[in-house]
C-alpha cells in the first residue's frame, strides 16, 4: 500500500469517526452544533473537506459558570451524550483525474454520570473516497471504523480509559490499473490518561497522554506493527482561551507511519454561546517522501 494511500485512508477514517468537536449556550445548553473546514495534504496527495457535526447531551452542560474553561464542562461534570457528522470530501492524487467526490459520516454514543466514575464510548464511521481515474482506469476505497473506550475517574478532573480502535479499507479498481485492489485492516489498542489542573499563578492546564499499538494488516502481506506515544497539553490563560501544543512519535515495521506529528492550536469562545478554532498537525516522517499536513478550522454554537 503506497504512502499516499494510507495517508487517504487515515485521514477518511479519522474523518468518518469525527471531526474534533465544535461549539451556542445560556447558563446550561443541551446541544453542540457546527461546521468545520480540514485539509490533508502530503507531496502526492491532498483531501479537502467540509462538513456539519452536533451533539446532545443526556443532561444540561453548564456554560461559564463552574471554575473551569468553557472547553472543560462536558469533562469535569461528567455529562455523557451522542453526536453525528456528516462531511464531503475532494481527494486529489498526483497524476490521476478526480471524477468524484467522496462523503463521510459517523456517530459517537458516550456514557458517563456523575454518581458513576465508569465511562464508556462506542463510535462507528464511514468514508468513501473520491473516485480517481486516467485514460484507462478507475479506483474508489470505502473505510469503515470501529472506536471503543473503556476508562474511570480517579478524582474529579483526572480519567484513565483503555482504548480500542479498528478501521478496514477496502479500494476497487476497474480497468488497467498500475496497483491492484487492496484490503487493508488498521487495528489499535492503547492505554491513555486526561486530567485538568488549576494552576497556582492563574489559568488552567490540560494534559493528555496515551500509549498505543497498532497493528497493519494487508492481504497478501506481512502483518506489520508499530508503537506511539502521545504527550499533549492546552493551556487555558482564561475560561474562554485554549492554547493547545502536543507531540506523538511512532516507530515500527511500517515505515510510512514512522515519524513525528507536532501538534498546535487555538480555540476561543467570542461569547459564551459561539467558538472559533483552529488546529494544525506536521508529520515529519521517517522516510524521505513521506511528510504531510493537517488544517482544521471550525466553528460552533451552544444552545
Not at 474523518?15 to 457546527?34: H, K, N, S, V
Not at 507536532?262 to 459564551?272: N, Q
Request: overall charge negative.
Amino acid at each position: 500500500m503506497s504512502t499516499a494511500r494510507k495517508i487517504v485512508a487515515s485521514s477518511l477514517a479519522a474523518a468518518a469517526i469525527g471531526c474534533p468537536c465544535l461549539a451556542l449556550a445560556q447558563d446550561t445548553f443541551r446541544t453542540e452544533a457546527g461546521l468545520y473546514f480540514s485539509r490533508a495534504k502530503s507531496d502526492a496527495a491532498r483531501i479537502d473537506a467540509t462538513g456539519a457535526q452536533a451533539t446532545y447531551f443526556f443532561d444540561g452542560v453548564p456554560t461559564g459558570t463552574g471554575d473551569y474553561p468553557l472547553d472543560q464542562a462536558q469533562f469535569v461534570e461528567r455529562i455523557g451524550g451522542v453526536s453525528a457528522n456528516y462531511g464531503r470530501s475532494s481527494l486529489h492524487v498526483e497524476g490521476f483525474d478526480t471524477l468524484s467526490k467522496g462523503s463521510t459520516y459517523g456517530a459517537v454514543l458516550d456514557l458517563r454520570q456523575a454518581e458513576t466514575p465508569l465511562v464508556v464510548t462506542a463510535g462507528y464511521g464511514f468514508s468513501r473516497s473520491g473516485k480517481l481515474g486516467s485514460s484507462n482506469f478507475e479506483t474508489q476505497s470505502d473505510t469503515k471504523s470501529y472506536r471503543l473506550s473503556i476508562g474511570a475517574y480517579i478524582d474529579k478532573a483526572t480519567a484513565y480509559s483503555l482504548d480500542w480502535s479498528r478501521s478496514k479499507t477496502e479500494a476497487d479498481t476497474s480497468g488497467t490499473s498500475p496497483s491492484a485492489d487492496f484490503d487493508d485492516t488498521m487495528t489499535s489498542i492503547g492505554i491513555s490518561r486526561v486530567q485538568l489542573e488549576r494552576l497556582a499563578e492563574g489559568g488552567y492546564i490540560a494534559f493528555l497522554a496515551s500509549v498505543s499499538r497498532r497493528t497493519n494488516e494487508q492481504e497478501g502481506s506481512a502483518s506489520e506493527e508499530n508503537r506511539s506515544i502521545l504527550l499533549q497539553a492546552t493551556y487555558y490563560p482564561t475560561k474562554r482561551l485554549g492554547l493547545n501544543f502536543g507531540v506523538l512519535t511512532d516507530r515500527g515495521d511500517d515505515i510510512s507511519f514512522e515519524g513525528e506529528i507536532y501538534l498546535t492550536g487555538v480555540k476561543m469562545f467570542v461569547t459564551p454561546t459561539v467558538s472559533l478554532g483552529l488546529d494544525y498537525e506536521r508529520f515529519l516522517a521517517k522516510t524521505s517522501d513521506g511528510d504531510s499536513r493537517f488544517l482544521v478550522l471550525r466553528g460552533a454554537v451552544r444552545f
